[in-house]
Structure formats: structure tokens, C-alpha cells
């Protein structure tokens, strides 16, 4: 540590190595967002090139490894720590929180779901309905979506299409729902269309769009459960379809009865899977 003294006060200067021990921060990781204009030191010696920090630093810092610890990006951490006032940065945060909870509340599942099947846990059989549906209205967005980003997709577009119709005058005529094509499971990505069934003016907007979603012959089943368990729902609804029925080419819809938008209880969400099939009679 080093202070250069004046007549009236003493201004302290930390040196990398006090600050890494102070803040639990590595001088390679201190070094490393300096690089990245995070975190800059108090001053450089010109003659040295050594860091030396400012005692009110050390909050900052604290503050820095802890969203690292939650795994918040560094650019997202670089926009925190750039919001000019207090009530900004706290919703910026809050908004990582929710993130990271969500990813928690998938992790968990995911894990509850994997010990499922390790365990061996039997699995009542299907139920499956034979269904003609016609032609539906619907507002409605369509992108490529990849498997991986697939679940931040799925909320956000839900989110826009929801907001969309309240207060435009159209009304709901059917659960949300979505159109996956083959490729998205092939290939690990594909045009999805995501839409909410309307009738009335419904006014797109922005990357939204009014379709109509084409009528179809559907083997249809319920799944009772987490998103991260529909995959049992696919294999048991393509095994009887394979079986009993003759499916045909064409998106597997799903219609969503219960979304996380009205419960976070995962144990009540309720998924109807449709795969296309030709009925005879």
C-alpha cells in the first residue's frame, strides 16, 4: 500500500495485491476488467505500469464478483454498472435475478426429471383423442428459432403477443399455441410460428403478424406437467401414432391450457401435443 501525503489529508492508494486480498478478486481477474473497462484503477504508475486502486473501489468490486459468481455476462455487468441512477441499476438487476431464477426453477426440473427416468418410474398410458380442427384466426410470430434459445423465445413472444391483444379490441378465441416444424427437431432449428387465437381487429404491430393457422387432422394428447418432460409426451404420442393411425407430413402443434403465465406451479401446467395424422374416416 502506498499514500501520498498532502498538507491536509492522506490519500491512500491500494496496490493490485491488497486490493485482490481485500475484495477476493484475483490480479488476473482485476487485470482482466480493467482490459474491459469495468473496473479501471484509481491510477497507473506512467514509469512501472503498476495498478493501485481507491479504497472506494472496493465496494464496486464486491460487487463485481458477486454477479460473476451468479454468472451474469459481462456485458450485461458492464450495463449495470454504467445505469446512471440507483432505481435504474436496481431494475436492471432485479431483471438478471428473475432470469437466474427461471434458469434455477429449469435447472430443477430438469434434474427431477432426469432421476424420473433413472429410477424407472412407470408411466400410465396415453391418453389420445383423434381431432379435425378447422382453419384459426390468429396473431401470430414467426422466426427461425434454434433449440437453444428456444425457451427464452417462447417467453418473450407469449409476452409480446399477450400484451399485444389487451386493450386492442379483439377477443381470444383458444388457448396460446405454436406450430414447430420437423427441421427444428432435426436440424436444431426452424421457422416456428407462436400465436394467440383471436377474432375482431386484432392490430399487428412490430414483428407480429395476423394468420390464419391451415386446418388439420390431430392425434392429440395432454401432457400434465414441466415443458422439460414433453419430450415423453413426443415418444409416447409418436409410438401410437405409429401404431394405430397413419401421420402424415407437417408442424407438431401444442396448445397451452396452463403457461407459466398462470402458475409457476410446473406440476399444473398443461400442454396438449397435436401430431398430424390422416383420418379415414
Known amino acids: 500500500m502506498c499514500a501520498d501525503r498532502g498538507d491536509l489529508d492522506v490519500q491512500v492508494r491500494l496496490t493490485i495485491g491488497d486490493f485482490a486480498r481485500m475484495t477476493h478478486l484475483s490480479v488476473k481477474a482485476l487485470r482482466h476488467y480493467h482490459d474491459q473497462g469495468l473496473l479501471v484503477p484509481a491510477d497507473i504508475d506512467r514509469w512501472t505500469g503498476y495498478r493501485y486502486y481507491d479504497p472506494s473501489q472496493v465496494a464496486t468490486a464486491q460487487v ?4 460473476r459468481d451468479m454468472g451474469m455476462p459481462l456485458g450485461d455487468l458492464r450495463s449495470v454498472l454504467q ?3 440507483g432505481s435504474s441499476r436496481n431494475r436492471a438487476i432485479v431483471t438478471h435475478l428473475e432470469r437466474m431464477e427461471r434458469q434455477l426453477e429449469q435447472t430443477q426440473s430438469t434434474v427431477a426429471s432426469l432421476r424420473a427416468l433413472l429410477e424407472g418410474h412407470p408411466r400410465a398410458p396415453i391418453e389420445v383423442e ?3 380442427v378447422g382453419p384459426t384466426r390468429a ?10 434459445g428456444a425457451v427464452t423465445w417462447w417467453g418473450q413472444v407469449f409476452k409480446e403477443l399477450r400484451s399485444a391483444l389487451h386493450g386492442s379490441g379483439a377477443e381470444r378465441t383458444g388457448p396460446d399455441g ?3 416444424p420437423g427441421e427444428f427437431f432435426e436440424v436444431e432449428k426452424g421457422q416456428v410460428t407462436a400465436f394467440l387465437p383471436v377474432s375482431g ?5 412490430g414483428r407480429m403478424q395476423v394468420l390464419d393457422i391451415p386446418a388439420g387432422e390431430l392425434a392429440v394428447t395432454l401432457h400434465e406437467g414441466p415443458f422439460e418432460d414433453l419430450d415423453q409426451a413426443y415418444a409416447a404420442l409418436g409410438m401410437y401414432v405409429a401404431e394405430h393411425v397413419i401421420g402424415v407430413e407437417g408442424p407438431i402443434r401444442e396448445h397451452y391450457l396452463v403457461t407459466p403465465f ?3 406451479d410446473e406440476s399444473r401446467h398443461r400442454t396438449e401435443v397435436c401430431w398430424p395424422v390422416f383420418l379415414t374416416t
Open 130 to 132: 383423434l381431432r379435425r
Open 64 to 67: 463485481i464478483r458477486r454477479f
Open 178 to 180: 405454436a406450430l414447430w
Open 262 to 264: 398462470d402458475t409457476r
Open 83 to 85: 445505469v446512471p441512477d
Open 139 to 148: 396473431l401470430a410470430i414467426r422466426e427461425e428459432v434454434s433449440v437453444a
Open 201 to 205: 381487429g386484432a392490430q399487428p404491430s
